[in-house]
């Protein structure tokens, strides 16, 4: 079964509008999650790294006003899209890492869509 | 340069075909290495580790070149199911995966 959980699965939302999407580890803590982009066709792309209990570091390019990240607690960790637009649409898809085995765990992605 | 580089492909084989590809990745530093399987418009998926001394799960076999700074993925006796996106993944020191781009299998009967 899946170890990550995301949800939602798809949002459909208009422009100007924010969207928050979550990112569940089920049988693990994880202290440290990534959040990831995925425009079609092409590949993953890093957007930020969301650390329990401290700031998210944000990879360059990234707006950190614009897509807020939140890990309150180590099972989870929120990604909120602010006044979002068009060109934000895209597969957005969370990680955790879990170092004892070196393996990442994927949610199942969001499929945002704005109009 | 990107940290990690993938032929996209597409590789269009026959269905029994052995099928192969590599991924060059930038950081020395990379301590471990995956292949991920990604089918469309869902998550990627592990498919397997890459070791140092190579390894084998079934019809798929990967291999590790650190003096060249590569990872291959071979794949015997292709079977429909087996088209998809192959996502090469190598992780740093700091933990932060870095995907290639992908490259894409699609096996026809």
């Not at chain 2, 429909?80 to 932060?96: E, G, I, M, N, R």
């Amino acid at each position: 079964g899946a170890v990550v959980s995301q949800h939602p699965s798809w949002v459909i939302c208009k422009s100007g509008t924010s969207v928050k999407i979550e990112c569940r580890s089920l049988d693990f803590q994880a202290t440290t999650m990534f959040w990831y982009r995925q425009f079609p066709k092409q590949s993953l792309m890093l957007m930020a790294t969301s650390n329990e209990g401290s700031k998210a570091t944000y990879e360059q390019g990234v707006e950190k006003d614009k897509f807020l990240i939140n890990h309150a607690s180590l099972t989870l960790s929120t990604l909120t899209v602010t006044s979002a637009h068009p060109e934000d649409s895209s597969f957005y898809i969370c990680s955790a890492y879990r170092p004892e085995n070196t393996e990442a765990f994927f949610g199942q992605g969001t499929r945002l869509t704005v109009v | 340069r990107k940290e990690v580089e993938q032929d996209p492909g597409p590789f269009n084989v026959p269905e029994g075909a052995t099928v192969a590809f590599n991924c060059t990745y930038s950081n020395s530093a990379s301590q471990s290495f995956f292949w991920y399987r990604q089918d469309c418009r869902k998550e990627p998926k592990l498919l397997m580790s890459v070791y140092s001394s190579g390894n084998e799960d079934g019809r798929f076999t990967a291999q590790l070149n650190r003096a060249s700074q590569y990872i291959s993925l071979l794949i015997r006796d292709s079977k429909l199911s087996d088209s998809a996106t192959y996502l090469c993944v190598v992780t740093p020191p700091d933990y932060k995966l870095s995907f290639g781009a992908g490259t894409t299998v699609t096996v026809r009967a």
